[in-house]
Nanobody, 126 residues
Framework: QVQLVESGGGSVQAGGSARLSCVVSGYLYSIYWMGWFRQAPGKEREGVATISSTGATNIANSVKGRFTISKDNAKNLYLQMNSLKPEDTAMYYC?????????????????????WGQGTQVTVSS
C-alpha cells in the first residue's frame, strides 16, 4: 500500500503564491507517476500536473506558466503555485500510479492513478 499526506493549503489572496507538499510512504516499488489533481465545488476532479519517475511532466493548460510540479529523491511531491486566481480554489489531491506504462509523459487522467491522499483545501480570494 501507499500512503499520501498533503499539506500546505490555506487561504491566499489573488496574485499570491502557495506551495503544496505531499509526503509519500509505504511500498513505493513501481510507482512510476505522481501528480496533483483538484476538485472545485460542483465540478469534476481534474488533473493539474503530473510527473514521471524520470522527471517528464504534464501540466494542464489552465495552470501552465503559473504552477510547477517537482519531487525529491524520497518521492515526496510538491506543487508551487504562483499568480493564483479565484478559479484555482479547490480541494487539491496528491496521487500516485503504479506502472509500468507504455508512454514517457504521464497523463492527467485520474483513472490512471490508484493511490490518493485526503486532500488539502486551497481558497483564493479576490
Amino acid at each position: 500500500q501507499v500512503q499520501l499526506v498533503e499539506s500546505g493549503g490555506g487561504s491566499v489572496q489573488a496574485g499570491g503564491s502557495a506551495r503544496l507538499s505531499c509526503v509519500v510512504s509505504g511500498y513505493l516499488y513501481s510507482i512510476y507517476w505522481m501528480g496533483w489533481f483538484r476538485q472545485a465545488p460542483g465540478k469534476e476532479r481534474e488533473g493539474v500536473a503530473t510527473i514521471s519517475s524520470t522527471g517528464a511532466t504534464n501540466i494542464a493548460n489552465s495552470v501552465k506558466g503559473r504552477f510547477t510540479i517537482s519531487k525529491d529523491n524520497a518521492k515526496n511531491l510538491y506543487l508551487q503555485m504562483n499568480s493564483l486566481k479565484p478559479e484555482d480554489t479547490a480541494m487539491y489531491y496528491c496521487a500516485a500510479a503504479r506502472g509500468p506504462f507504455g508512454r514517457r509523459v504521464p497523463t492527467l487522467n485520474e483513472a490512471d492513478f490508484g493511490y490518493w491522499g485526503q486532500g488539502t483545501q486551497v481558497t483564493v480570494s479576490s
